[in-house]
């Protein structure tokens, strides 16, 4: 048994995991921890690691389970191929993937991280630059402001933050 790429449709790596489990297929979708902006509040959620990509486990022998259902299942485009062989990827590079995925430390991406220039986006320091200091619970952003030549820290919404490039 060999390891092959899916291609998905947009934002349907889930749905197309459910489904080809739900059908019998072994399948795995590496995912990263990261912290996104939703409803104006930092939450932190799970994203695939390769966007719009999964990997199966099929067995290419006559006993082994048919390929056809795969390329009509909800939230799949197509099985990736290279001509008409489909791509195969290493059993190890899998299970690198899997220990590292499953290790305990593994810390989530940040949104902001300490230093970042930042652009305040509204409020009355609207327009402004700041620099991130660090998060102030779970609902607040600690900042550096600088007003009339003083640097002054600021306690303020991380939905109100914007990278600065």
Avoid at 28 to 35: G, M, Q, R, S, V
């Amino acid at each position: 048994m060999h390891w092959y790429v899916i291609h998905t449709k947009p934002r349907q790596e889930q749905r197309a995991l459910l489904n080809l489990t739900r059908q019998g297929y072994e399948c795995y979708l590496p995912t990263l921890a990261t912290e996104r902006l939703r409803q104006k509040a930092v939450k932190l959620v799970e994203e695939p690691l390769f966007a719009r990509y999964l990997f199966t486990r099929l067995d290419t022998s006559l006993a082994g389970k048919s390929w056809a259902p795969i390329r009509s299942t909800s939230g799949v485009c197509r099985l990736v191929t290279f001509g008409n062989q489909p791509a195969k990827v290493d059993a190890d590079l899998i299970e690198i993937l899997r220990s590292s995925h499953s290790s305990a430390n593994q810390e989530p991406a940040r949104l902001f991280h300490e230093g970042d220039r930042v652009r305040i986006k509204d409020g009355p320091f609207a327009g402004l630059q700041a620099i991130y200091q660090m998060s102030d619970g779970e609902s607040r952003a600690m900042v550096l402001i600088e007003i009339l030549s003083k640097s002054s820290r600021l306690s303020i919404s991380p939905a109100s933050l914007g990278k600065v490039d």
